[in-house]
């Protein structure tokens, strides 16, 4: 009798602080659609959480309920989000990433359809919760197979197109929403998500192969599964990178929230003015995210987040001191926080790369809840801008300053940079 052999063994058996054998990665056309798939995967739900925002008020008339309502819709899609994600990534490490996407993805456009045909606000708020879980895979799983399929240098640059993915999506999604209710009605947003859910399904079949195989899988069951979650939030450097991640997102959608009443209402501008100004706020993202990228393979990644977060507060306090002692100036605010969204390009790409690296062990897991509270803290920051006043920019600019202060923190007492985690040389501590 031929006994299992020892990698099937160490397969079925592997815990959260061993890591799983080298992958190989793919290269030329098949790594470049492999990853133009996954960042379109990532797309998704930003492009579902804003893409229907234009139609609120027509909403609320054709619905007959009130805007809070509508905006309840939101809310239900983020819970989803990361409901989603804290459940399908750590299944993920014991099912095999695949068959989880396809069924994400079929059930993204299953829920779009049911949110187009909504007779009233409560079959559309469940639907909306549904189709945030079923969003969930999308992200979740696009992290973890990048973390399957490349390591070393390539890795870091990766998250940084899927972070850049993520910068942009946000600013196009309500202009490609106005465009559709420029000629049809609200329905017609979801329609088309459903539309783009199809093309995403059918990408996933013919581009994303399995990347993790049964041998590398862990044994044991969905309890063993969940253990490695576990595992991982008791280990110190791994959520020092996540609560890193987590607290600049809550300062990054502390922004989203609150801008345009900034802008629009203290500031005077038009709507089309702020356009412009969230769009340049969010180039300034975008560099970050390119400069990440080109230093990534001759810098050490927990050097370039450092400079980042440092980057992040240096615009957040900028912002609050020019508040407190000059006043309210356009050029000031926008100028801060064009610095802050420079500063969150660089972490968004870097705290991921790091944190995939450090819970390699366990991608689905670590990927799950990367996203999941970066997601959770940034959907409780949203409202609290608009909960301490309206008649300054100091409620989001001190949130904004808190946040990146709390992940500052999280980088000195619990990541500790200076160790070096998860670079891709290895030389960091274990």
């Given at each position: 009798m031929v006994s299992p052999s020892p990698t099937r063994r160490a397969g079925a058996h592997r815990t959260a602080d061993a890591a799983p054998t080298a992958p190989v990665p793919p290269s030329g056309r098949a790594a470049g659609a492999l990853v133009a798939v996954l960042a379109a995967l990532t797309a998704v739900a930003p492009l579902a959480t804003d893409m229907y925002v234009p139609g609120f008020p027509a909403m609320g008339d054709a619905l007959g309920v009130s805007t809070s309502a509508?905006?309840?819709?939101?809310?239900?899609?983020?819970a989803g989000l990361v409901v989603g994600q804290l459940l399908i990534g750590p299944l993920s490490d014991g099912l095999g990433r695949r068959r989880l996407l396809i069924c994400g993805s079929a059930g993204f456009v299953l829920f779009s359809i049911l949110c187009t045909v909504a007779p009233n606000v409560t079959v559309l708020t469940g639907a909306r919760f549904l189709q945030g879980v079923a969003g969930a895979a999308g992200m979740v799983l696009a992290r973890a197979v990048l973390t399957d399929r490349f390591q070393g240098a390539d890795l870091p640059r990766y998250f940084a197109v899927l972070s850049q993915i993520m910068g942009v999506a946000p600013i196009a999604a309500p202009v490609l929403g106005g465009a559709i209710l420029g000629v049809s009605t609200w329905r017609a947003v979801f329609a088309v998500l459903a539309v783009l859910g199809v093309l995403l399904l059918?990408?996933?079949?013919?581009?994303?192969?399995?990347s993790l195989p049964p041998e590398h899988r862990r044994g044991g069951g969905f309890a063993s599964t969940f253990r490695a979650m576990g595992s991982l939030l008791g280990r110190r450097a791994f959520m020092g990178y996540v609560l890193v991640v987590a607290f600049v997102s809550a300062a990054l959608f502390a922004y989203i929230s609150g801008s345009s009443f900034v802008f629009e209402s203290l500031h005077g501008v038009s709507a089309t003015t702020y356009s412009l100004i969230f769009a340049t706020n969010a180039v300034g993202m975008l560099l970050g995210g390119a400069v990440f990228s080109r230093l990534a393979r001759r810098r050490r990644l927990n050097t370039l987040l450092t400079a980042g977060v440092g980057?992040?507060?240096?615009?957040?306090?900028?912002?609050?001191l020019l508040v407190v002692t000059v006043g309210e100036t356009l050029a000031g605010t926008w100028i801060t926080l064009f610095v802050t969204a420079g500063g969150i390009g660089v972490v968004f790409p870097g705290g991921m790369s790091i944190g995939q690296a450090v819970g390699r062990a366990a991608p689905g897991a670590a990927s799950a809840l990367l996203g999941g509270l970066q997601f959770l803290l940034g959907a409780l920051a949203s409202p609290l801008v608009g909960l301490f006043g309206e008649d300054s920019s100091l409620p989001m600019a001190l949130i904004m300053l808190i946040a990146v202060a709390a992940a500052a923190l999280a980088l000195a007492v619990l990541a500790r940079p200076w160790q070096g985690h998860g670079e891709p040389d290895g030389s960091g501590s274990p």
């Open positions: 509508v905006q309840l819709t939101m809310t239900a899609f983020l059918l990408a996933v079949v013919r581009a994303v192969p399995e980057v992040c507060l240096l615009g957040a306090l900028a912002q609050v």
